[in-house]
Every structure is written in structure tokens, then in C-alpha cells.
């Protein structure tokens, strides 16, 4: 929590005539009103202190058998291992579906809990082999950070972007191919000029409000100045 004091002490004393030399207009009235909300403010900050710059420094865990350092993930309260373990190449290209199976399941009993895909990772075939290894060894769902990207689709026009409808049609696509209810974040996978940013953030709210979706972010070295102009959604990370 940081707390901003639109005054200072020494302004308030020099206001209640602490120093005859400089002597304030403010009325005594005024002077004791700012001083009893300065008293106020920082009784409160205070208060959050113990915990809040703590949050705010987003503190590292470890995990007690794997040894495994948990961060939040961007500004969101979302634990993730600082390691994850990517689909890109390997699954559904470089790897058969026996050694996947292998890779995930040393790095979710070593702690990762994060695993990541797209649907456009060999054409879609990365998150059918990521679903099939979830379901093979059901682990809790909710001991899982499932992440996939949007983008890419397919060949067909209305298959790729950003646009509302593939949003929404992308992340049911991908989801069938999981064979999963949801994903906890999904990821524009790359900025779309031909799609207003009102729209991109008002169709991903849409799908974390369906539940498709609990977070939802975005990907890119540089920041996409489109951004500064709209209002975050609350579940952006």
C-alpha cells in the first residue's frame, strides 16, 4: 500500500504559528483539520504496513519437498513456479508423446506447476498431447497453471487476429483440444493492428466472464502503446 500526503508536518506547524516569524494565514480551524487527517492517514498506513510491502514486493515461497521458488505472476495473486515447462517445437514436433509425457511429469513432481502452450504450437497438436498427458495422470486441476496463446489459428481469414470472434471461437477450439473447461491464462499472442483495442479487451473480459479463461495477458518485447488508452481489465496481468 503507498500513501501520499498531500501536506507535510512542517507545513502544518509553521500554519499553527510554531514559528512566530512566518506566520501562516490558515486559520487554527483548517491547521487542526489537516493535522487530525494527517493522524489518520498515517494510523491506516500503519496498519497495512505489516503485510502490504510485502505483497507489493510480490515475496518468493518455496516448496517444502520440491524446493521449488513460487512468484506471483505479473500483477496478478496468481502462484507460479519460476520455472515452467513450454510445448513450443518439442510437443506434437521434436518429441514423441511418450517423452512429453515423461518431461511433464519430472517437472510437475520436481514443483513446476506452470506448463504453457498456443494453439498454434505444430498446428494445434501440442495442446491435444498436453491434454491427453493431463488427463492420463489426473492431477488436481487446481495444483495446474495452464496457459495457451491466441493468434494464429488456422488459414482461413477469420481464423487468425485478434478479433472478437477469433478470441472467442480460438479459445473454444483450444479448450476441445485441451479437453479442458478452462485455461488460467490466455495470451495474445502478438499485437493485431486490424482489430480496435476495445475490442481485444472487451472480448478477453468476455471470455474470463464466461469462465473460459481466469486471466489474461499479453505478449511482446515492446509494449503496445494501444494500451496506455484503455482502462485494464482487473484480471490483466
Not at 7 to 12: A, G, P, Q, S
Not at 88 to 104: K, N
Not at 117 to 128: K, L
Not at 186 to 197: E, G, I, K, L, Y
Amino acid at each position: 500500500m503507498q500513501v501520499s500526503i498531500a501536506c507535510t508536518d512542517h507545513n502544518l506547524k509553521r500554519g499553527n504559528g510554531g514559528d512566530h516569524g512566518k506566520q501562516s494565514t490558515t486559520s487554527p480551524n483548517v491547521v487542526n483539520q489537516a493535522r487530525a487527517k494527517f493522524r489518520t492517514v498515517a494510523i491506516i498506513a500503519r496498519s497495512f504496513g505489516s503485510f502490504a510491502p510485502r505483497h507489493i514486493s510480490l515475496k518468493e515461497s518455496t516448496g517444502k519437498h520440491t524446493g521449488m521458488k513460487y512468484r506471483n505472476l505479473g500483477k496478478s495473486g496468481l502462484r507460479v513456479s519460476c520455472l515452467g515447462l513450454g510445448t513450443w517445437v518439442t510437443f506434437g514436433g521434436q518429441i514423441t508423446d511418450e517423452v512429453a509425457e515423461q518431461l511433464m511429469t519430472i517437472a510437475y513432481e520436481s514443483g513446476v506447476n506452470l506448463f504453457d502452450t498456443a494453439e498454434v504450437y505444430a498446428g494445434g497438436r501440442a495442446e491435444v498431447i498436453l491434454g491427453n498427458i493431463l488427463k492420463k495422470k489426473c492431477w488436481r486441476r487446481s495444483s495446474l497453471v495452464i496457459t495457451t496463446k491466441l493468434y494464429w489459428g488456422g488459414k482461413a481469414e477469420t481464423e487468425r487476429g485478434l478479433s472478437r470472434k477469433h478470441i472467442i471461437e480460438g479459445l473454444h477450439g483450444s479448450l476441445q483440444r485441451m479437453q479442458l473447461e478452462y485455461v488460467d491464462v490466455v495470451f495474445a499472442n502478438r499485437p493485431d493492428s486490424n482489430t480496435p483495442m476495445e475490442e481485444i479487451v472487451r472480448a478477453m473480459t468476455y471470455v474470463i466472464n464466461q469462465g473460459m479463461a481466469m486471466y489474461w495477458g499479453r505478449l511482446g518485447g515492446r509494449p503496445w502503446r494501444s494500451w496506455k488508452r484503455i482502462l485494464w481489465h482487473d484480471s490483466l496481468i
